[in-house]
């Protein structure tokens, strides 16, 4: 979808390395999200943001760290990478009003080597 | 917690067929979303349907809430609908903390 991007599309790091994965929105949407994929897990939520500056723990949050300081952006932080965070990352944002659901990123797929 | 079971895991068809994938949901889950992610990966939303009976073109979806299911309808089926189908639930209309089923992987035969 337009109004969302992710960045990068592909990135291979090492372990131990610090890691940042860049959402941005047009849609001046006040909920935002990062889940990540894995095999045989589905989806699952890692951090979530309702508004400026508010964030709070998802599902699986160890290890990661997130900031929102503009509306149009959240950004997820490894702040030391282990392999187990090999995964595809997706971002997401819906307004949080009835009958109006997310829209996803393109998805970012990272290798921790 | 919040919990999202979905039915089946792999489904084949051949082109032309109709099926039903069904989500159930635990008593925390107000609302519910479908989505389809294709197989390049896109995660496309299919319908917001907290309750009720939604339709576009050959899908429809139906929640009944009260006893915390869904379906999802696919009829006359192509082979652009393989890809994996998921439901996801939240507490609040907000979506925080949504969280995903296991998906059902759909594998349309030509």
């Known amino acids: 979808d337009a109004g969302i991007t992710q960045s990068p599309r592909h990135k291979v790091t090492e372990t131990g390395t610090p890691v940042t994965l860049r959402c941005h929105q047009t849609?001046?949407?006040?909920?935002m999200y990062w889940y990540r994929q894995d095999p045989g897990h589905g989806l699952r939520l890692i951090h979530y943001s309702y508004g400026v500056k508010d964030t709070d723990k998802g599902e699986v949050s160890d290890g990661y760290s997130v900031s929102r300081s503009k509306t149009e952006d959240f950004l997820l932080t490894l702040e030391s990478a282990t392999s187990s965070q090999t995964s595809v990352y997706f971002c997401?944002?819906?307004?949080?009003?009835?009958?109006?659901?997310?829209?996803f990123g393109s998805g970012t797929r990272l290798t921790v080597v | 917690g919040i919990q999202v079971e979905q039915s089946p895991p792999d489904l084949i068809l051949q082109e032309g067929a109709n099926s039903t994938l069904r989500c159930n949901f635990s008593d925390s889950v107000n609302n519910l979303q479908w989505f389809h992610q294709n197989p390049w990966g896109q995660l496309i939303n299919l319908f917001y349907i907290p309750s009720g009976t939604k339709q576009n073109g050959r899908l429809s979806a139906t929640t009944v809430a009260t006893e915390r299911y869904s379906l999802l309808y696919i009829s006359s089926s192509q082979t652009t609908d393989s890809g994996v189908y998921f439901c996801a639930g939240s507490r609040t209309t907000g979506g925080f903390k949504t969280i995903f089923g296991a998906g059902t992987r759909l594998f349309v035969k030509a």
């Open positions: 849609e001046n949407h006040r909920y």
């Open positions: 997401a944002i819906s307004t949080g009003q009835a009958n109006y659901g997310y829209t």
